[in-house]
């Protein structure tokens, strides 16, 4: 099993990213798949999910209205589109699969990928 991020990187304020999460060795769209961050020092931060079944989408309140997460069952794959990228969004996002909306901890998903960064500077 594995789920590969990319997509991340140093974008200034109010600009744009398009997060990535390649999903392999399980069945993909059984899975609710979520997006959960971790800035540096802090505890994890979940930030948006998707369900499986009817594609209803789930943010937390800090990022709805600027980021936008979808998923292509036919190419494995779910995505973080970011606008309006602030400082505090800086951190390291992670993809994950198998859990209830807004788990936080990775020992609760059944899958968690490796991360990848995003920094948010001028």
């Known amino acids: 099993v594995q789920l590969v991020e990319s997509g991340g990187g140093l974008v200034q304020p109010g600009g744009s990213l398009r997060l990535s999460c390649a999903a392999s060795?399980?069945?993909?769209?059984?899975?609710?798949m979520s997006w959960v961050r971790q800035a540096p020092g802090k505890g994890p931060e979940w930030v948006s999910a998707i369900n499986s079944g009817d594609g209803n989408t789930y943010y937390a309140d800090s990022v709805k209205g600027r980021f936008t997460i979808s998923r292509d069952n036919a190419k494995n794959t779910v995505y973080l589109q970011m606008n309006s990228l602030k400082p505090e969004d800086t951190a390291v996002y992670y993809c994950?699969?198998?859990?209830?909306?807004?788990?936080?901890?990775?020992?609760?998903?059944?899958?968690w990928g490796q991360g990848t960064q995003v920094t948010v500077s001028s």
């Open positions: 994950a699969a198998g859990a209830p909306i807004a788990t936080m901890y990775p020992n609760e998903y059944d899958y």
């Open positions: 060795g399980f069945t993909f769209s059984s899975y609710d």
